[in-house]
T-cell receptor, first 113, second 114 residues
Framework: AQSVTQLGSHVSVSEGALVLLRCNYS??????LFWYVQYPNQGLQLLLK??????LVKGINGFEAEFKKSETSFHLTKPSAHMSDAAEYFCAVSDNTGNQFYFGTGTSLTVIP | KAGVTQTPRYLIKTRGQQVTLSCSPISGHRSVSWYQQTPGQGLQFLFE???????NKGNFPGRFSGRQFSNSRSEMNVSTLELGDSALYLC?????????????FGPGTRLTVT
């Protein structure tokens, strides 16, 4: 079975600072990994995903994540935070059959001007 | 192209009642998944439908059910509502089932059970 742990339910960064949102997973098979963003009163939007191949994945809005198998991690980063990045971020994992997605409990990102 | 739409957006029900939520996927999308989002449990998978058939089901009691119509629209039903069913219910559609196909989420239906 798969599971996801997001360390830090709330993260605050200053505008222009590095954003680092942590995600660790457990999976008995090679996983597919995802990061989603949710703005208030909206559904989730896919930021990026890792399936196979290059372990550094680039997504929308300047975000990227690196799959580290040895650390079972898939942390999300952005070099310079923008006010518009304030939102809830969810890490998710599925097995490669795509039968089910497992989401973390989310990290709320606050950007301080 | 219109996004995923969910109706109603907000709903208030009392314990013991039943409720039906509706999801219209993006045109051309044949797979629809449902999730329950609560502050304590986060997002939890309810079920997935593809071509009018339930393909997968999460770990929820039988009070939660769903169906998909020939036009890919989907409904979920919760019978005998409990206070713990208060949540944001999200629907997501994709062209086909499977992780390699991006899921597009609707804005959700906020259900409050009193």
């Amino acid at each position: 079975a798969q599971s996801v742990t997001q360390l830090g339910s709330h993260v605050s960064v200053s505008e222009g600072a590095l954003v680092l949102l942590r995600c660790n997973y457990s999976s008995s098979v090679p996983p597919y990994l995802f990061w989603y963003v949710q703005y208030p009163n909206q559904g989730l939007q896919l930021l990026l995903k890792y399936t196979t191949g290059a372990t550094l994945v680039k997504g929308i809005n300047g975000f990227e994540a690196e799959f580290k198998k040895s650390e079972t991690s898939f942390h999300l980063t952005k070099p310079s935070a923008h006010m518009s990045d304030a939102a809830e971020y969810f890490c998710a994992v599925s097995d490669n059959t795509g039968n089910q997605f497992y989401f973390g409990t989310g990290t709320s990102l606050t950007v301080i001007p | 192209k219109a996004g995923v739409t969910q109706t109603p957006r907000y709903l208030i029900k009392t314990r013991g009642q039943q409720v039906t939520l509706s999801c219209s996927p993006i045109s051309g999308h044949r797979s629809v998944s449902w999730y329950q989002q609560t502050p304590g449990q986060g997002l939890q998978f309810l079920f997935e439908y593809f071509s009018e058939t339930q393909r997968n089901k999460g770990n929820f009691p039988g009070r939660f059910s769903g169906r998909q119509f020939s036009n890919s629209r989907s409904e979920m039903n919760v019978s005998t509502l409990e206070l713990g069913d208060s949540a944001l219910y999200l629907c997501a559609s994709s062209t086909d089932p499977g992780s390699e196909y991006e899921q597009y989420f609707g804005p959700g239906t906020r259900l409050t059970v009193t």
